[in-house]
């Protein structure tokens, strides 16, 4: 596992994080070997947010993970939605952080990302929160999570620290950022831009884009590897795989190492076995001709 930097942050991070949505109902002495798992692959990165099992994945992994050494852990987290609505206000920000530093069981959190733009959101109050929190040593570092170029923009013009991540669904499956920059001025669904050039626009302003859901296709329609509704991107990702002796689950990590935005994905798997293959992704290096052999099984075209 190689590291890379955080954004603008100086922050040095695996560049495989490790996802905790799934982990609620799971048990201290499961979710303990699932870190153990993680961090004797060099993975030290755990990404939460305050919805998560209803906070009860913070709760679990705070227990699990008592006895070890915080400075060695980099713990992110998220916060923003609630039932029907989207909050940025300076009360459910700080709110929500104290809420998870608790069920951690920690003093602070490396990273807090705001979950999905809130309409209402003002800038300025933001810029309090993070100020506050900064200060008061609760977080280091700040980002965004599912954020146009112009939301980020917005934000960062009130803020004294720059916006470290950028979190956003992408992988194999879901490329729409890929798409729109290959059929540029195409009549063609993959030609319409429906992000505002975020993918660019990160690399632009040095913000790490973190990929959620990297093995899922639709939003949250189910894994793609070893479905039968993708024959061809499945034998493709085991031809590969054999070729590296790996899985096609580390070859689909790999597909989004090999961009040279420099990605920090996200797992979303609580299975040993396959949180391995995962964070085994950075020991391979697919070639340009196995990436695009890689997007084109996976029913795109070249314009």
Same mark, same amino acid.
């Given at each position: 596992m190689y590291n890379i930097q955080l954004g603008k942050s100086g922050l040095q991070v695996p560049t495989v994080a490790v996802g905790c949505m799934r982990i609620a109902e799971k048990s201290e002495k499961e979710v303990a070997a699932f870190v153990d798992t993680a961090l004797g692959l060099g993975a030290n990165f755990f990404d939460h947010a305050d919805i998560y099992g209803q906070g009860k994945s913070e709760e679990v992994f705070g227990k699990a993970v008592a006895g070890l050494d915080r400075e060695k852990l980099l713990i992110q987290t998220k916060c923003g939605i609630r039932p029907g609505q989207f909050d940025f206000?300076?009360? %459910?920000? #700080?709110?929500?952080?104290?809420?998870?530093?608790?069920?951690?069981?920690?003093?602070? #959190?490396?990273? !807090?990302?705001?979950h999905r733009p809130d309409a209402l959101c003002?800038?300025?109050? #933001?810029?309090?929160?993070?100020?506050?929190?900064?200060?008061?040593?609760?977080?280091? %570092?700040?980002?965004?999570?599912? %954020? /146009?170029p112009y939301q980020i923009q917005l934000l960062q013009k009130a803020l004294d620290m720059p916006l470290c991540a950028n979190q956003l669904q992408f992988g194999i499956m879901h490329a729409p950022m890929i798409q729109s920059g290959i059929n540029v001025n195409m009549y063609n669904d993959h030609g319409v831009n429906r992000d505002g050039g975020v993918l660019d626009f990160c690399r632009l302003n040095e913000i790490t884009i973190q990929p959620w859901s990297p093995m899922q296709y639709g939003f949250f329609d189910g894994c793609f590897v070893d479905n039968d509704k993708f024959p061809e991107l499945n034998s493709t990702l085991e031809k590969i795989? /054999? +070729?590296?002796?790996?899985?096609?689950?580390?070859?689909?990590?790999?597909?989004?190492?090999? %961009?040279?935005?420099?990605? +920090?994905?996200?797992?979303?798997?609580? /299975?040993?076995?396959?949180?391995?293959?995962?964070?085994?992704?950075?020991?391979?290096? !697919?070639?340009?001709?196995?990436?695009?052999?890689?997007?084109?099984?996976?029913?795109?075209? !070249?314009?």
């Open positions: 206000s300076y009360d %459910h920000i #700080v709110g929500s952080v104290e809420g998870s530093l608790k069920r951690l069981g920690m003093e602070y #959190v490396d990273v !807090l990302l705001l003002e800038p300025a109050e #933001v810029a309090r929160a993070f100020a506050h929190l900064k200060e008061s040593g609760k977080v280091r %570092h700040f980002g965004v999570s599912n %954020h /146009n795989g /054999n +070729q590296y002796g790996v899985s096609k689950t580390t070859v689909a990590f790999s597909w989004i190492l090999r %961009h040279p935005a420099k990605m +920090q994905p996200v797992t979303g798997t609580t /299975n040993l076995t396959r949180l391995a293959d995962c964070l085994r992704a950075s020991e391979i290096a !697919l070639t340009r001709e196995q990436w695009y052999e890689i997007y084109l099984a996976a029913g795109n075209k !070249l314009p």
